[in-house]
């Protein structure tokens, strides 16, 4: 019965493709560009020395690993690794920022302001 059918309804693949919107051939190229880039850029390093890899690699991680602290926007699987630095207190974190920036100058400091001098 299968053979059948298929004989009935005779689909041209490029009937099928027709149908396709033209974002989806968009994101295929540019997904072919960015393959492309990213394996060019990989076989220059390739040739760079392996201590500037190892460098740039670290402040790469290390930049990365700081806005994650920072934004608390780390994907689901890290959050138990940045969790701990994050409430460890010695990296700043934007809400924190953003909540002393909202107290009023006596809540920061535990002193009152002191009065303005009159203007002679």
């Known amino acids: 019965m299968l053979p059948l059918l298929a004989a009935v309804e005779k689909v041209r693949p ?3 493709l027709q149908g396709v919107s033209g974002q989806f051939w968009l994101k295929v190229i540019l997904g072919f560009i960015v393959l492309a880039v990213a394996i060019s850029i990989i076989k220059k390093a390739m040739g760079v020395n ?3 890899m190892i460098i740039l690699g670290m402040v790469v991680c290390g930049l990365c690993g700081v ?3 920072y934004e608390r926007n780390e994907p689901a699987f890290m959050t138990p ?4 630095i994050a409430r460890s207190g ?3 974190q934007k809400d924190s920022y953003e909540n002393k920036q909202q107290q009023e100058p006596t809540e920061k400091t535990g002193k009152k302001a002191a009065p ?3 203007a002679k």
Do not use: G, H
């Open 14 to 16: 490029l009937e099928k």
């Open 116 to 118: 303005a001098k009159p």
């Open 81 to 84: 690794i940045i969790d701990p």
């Open 67 to 69: 806005l994650w602290i």
């Open 50 to 52: 392996r201590i500037f």
């Open 90 to 92: 010695f990296f700043p």
